[in-house]
Nanobody, 118 residues
């Protein structure tokens, strides 16, 4: 059972940056895909970004050019660098992962709050 622990959330002003971290309890080499998701109050959860074992990345259109996902294999951690944050980025951000090439996300973190407000 892989445990995921997110950190790095907080309150920032529009235009500022944050870096979220997703620490995996086991070797990230066993994980094929890790993704970041977010859920704003009253809205459905949405996919933000994802990265595969081969460092292939995918982004939601709303964050392309502003967010960057990356893997640090020795640290068993996946990061989400968020630049030029906007109020509409406000949400609880969740990290999720799976070992399989396809299918749903198997492991989920507890979430970290990101609030963008002036």
């Amino acid at each position: 059972q892989v445990q995921l622990v997110e950190s790095g959330g907080g309150l920032v002003q529009p235009g500022e940056s944050l870096r979220l971290s997703c620490a995996h309890s086991e070797s990230i080499g066993n994980i094929y895909f890790t993704g970041w998701f977010r859920q704003a109050p009253g809205k459905a959860r949405e996919s933000v970004a994802g990265i595969s074992r081969h460092n292939n990345t995918i982004y939601a259109d709303s964050v392309k050019g502003r967010f960057t996902i990356s893997r640090d294999n020795p640290k068993n951690t996946v990061y989400l660098q968020m630049n030029n944050l906007k109020p509409e980025d406000t949400a609880v951000y969740y990290c999720a992962a799976r070992e399989s090439i396809t299918g749903g996300m198997k492991y989920w973190g507890q979430g970290t709050q990101v609030t963008v407000s002036s």
